[in-house]
């Protein structure tokens, strides 16, 4: 079975400082990886993914995220935050081959970009 | 186009009644999801459908929880029998395939008194 974890549950920030978020997953086989972004009273709405290839993966709104297997880790980075950035960020995991697609999801991280 | 669309947008109920949630996919995708999400946690798995047949309902929590999908398009999710504990808010997702992207409604508040 695949597990997310969520290193931090609050992450404030001031606006246009860098922000990493932490994600570690735990899984007995190859998964692929997701960062969405929940922005207040909005659905989810898929920010990045890694299935394959290079672990370095760019997503919207100027995000990357880097793969790591040895370390189990899909952190989340973006070089300089806007106060639009705020919202409730989730990392999530998946069996695609063997699960239909169900996400795992982390239990979220609160970023807050202050003035 | 049109997105993925849940109604009600919010439902409250007292303990002991039935409720049904609904889900409208996009259109043309044959993958469909439901997901529970509980205050400060993230969302928990609960269903998928490909096309009208459940391929993997191990999230739903107990035997009061159905749903159903009987023309591979809208999906209805069924509680029966509402506890306080049910309180949450009901997501559904939908993709082109299981190996696709899945697209989020904007969920279904329940609240059960």
């Known amino acids: 079975a695949q597990s997310v974890t969520q290193l931090d549950s609050q992450v404030p920030v001031f606006e246009e400082a860098p922000v990493e978020l932490r994600c570690n997953y735990s899984?007995?086989?190859?998964?692929?990886l997701f960062w969405y972004v929940q922005y207040p009273n909005q659905g989810l709405q898929l920010l990045l993914k890694?299935?394959?290839?290079?672990?370095l993966v760019k997503g919207i709104n100027g995000f990357e995220a880097e793969f790591n297997k040895s370390q189990t880790s899909f952190h989340l980075r973006k070089p300089s935050v806007h106060i639009s950035d705020t919202a409730e960020y989730f990392c999530?995991?998946?069996?695609?081959?063997?699960?239909?697609?169900?996400?795992?999801f982390g239990q979220g991280t609160e970023l807050s970009v202050k003035p | 186009g049109a997105g993925v669309s849940q109604t009600p947008s919010n439902k409250v109920t007292e303990k002991g009644k039935y409720v049904e949630l609904r889900c409208d996919p996009i259109?043309?995708?044959?993958?469909l999801y439901w997901y529970r999400q509980s205050l400060g946690q993230g969302p928990e798995f609960l269903i998928y459908?490909?096309?009208?047949?459940?391929?993997?309902d191990s999230g739903l929590p107990n035997d009061r929880f159905f749903a159903v999908r009987p023309e591979g398009s809208v999906s209805t999710l069924k509680i029966q029998r509402t506890e306080r504990g049910d309180s949450a808010v009901y997501l559904c997702?939908?993709?082109?395939?299981?190996?696709?992207?899945?697209?989020f409604g904007p969920g279904t508040r329940l609240t059960v008194l």
């Open positions: 997702a939908s993709s082109l395939t299981s190996y696709n992207e899945q697209f």
């Open positions: 899984s007995s086989v190859s998964v692929y």
């Open positions: 890694y299935l394959s290839g290079s672990t």
């Open positions: 999530a995991v998946s069996d695609l081959r063997n699960q239909g697609g169900k996400l795992i």
């Open positions: 259109s043309g995708h044959t993958a």
């Open positions: 459908f490909q096309g009208t047949g459940a391929a993997d």
